[in-house]
């Protein structure tokens, strides 16, 4: 897999349900973060793990990092129709440039 | 909450013409990068532009590209001569802390269309 590099790249779930998707990454990072795209706008950030977190709460999100294994989770609980979006996970390859992965679309079903 | 906009939403343009894509990003902000993203695939990096220059740029980003950031407000990305290959969304970005610190806000996106 590439750097930043999501799983699974779609998942479809009922409402209410939990959502974990799960990305992993080749070289060593300072950070790994979490944006949501809606279909066709813009990137939302959504959380920032630090290499020295190993989990991150934010609302119904849940973020955790493992740098042994180079590889993120992200947990959304009890989904909603409005969670419907790709979700991405993103890593440093500089001081200036994020690499990103291809992606997990999420669907919600009412 | 300030936010990071962009212009045009949605431009069609001739193969070979001159683009230019308008950002205003968030007033506080000191590094300023575009993205973009070809329909279906992932984002990538063009270039990020810090303390009034190019701080670094990607592959994509070659002599038909460049950047601007003409008043202290606006951050613009030009393309000079395009390519059917330079259809996509271009997001501008903006953060105010270098990328492997902090986190990224970004616009909605300039859709590029070019026929």
Redesign the interface.
Known sequence: SQQGEEDPQALSIQEGENATMNCSYKTSINNLQWYRQNSGRGLVHLILIRSNEREKHSGRLRVTLDTSKKSSSLLITASRAADTASYFCATAKSNYQLIWGAGTKLIIKP | EPE?TQTPSHQVTQMGQEVILRCVPISNHL?F?W?RQILG?????LV?F?NNEI??K?EIFDDQFSVERPDGSNFTLKIRSTKLEDSA?Y?C?SSEA????????????SRLTVL
């Not at chain 2, 695939?41 to 990096?45: L, P, R, T």
């Open positions: 990071v590094y990068y993205y695939q992932k984002v990538e990096f990020s810090y701080s670094e990607s969304m997001f970005a270098q990328t492997n610190t902090g986190e990224l806000f970004f616009g909605e996106g």
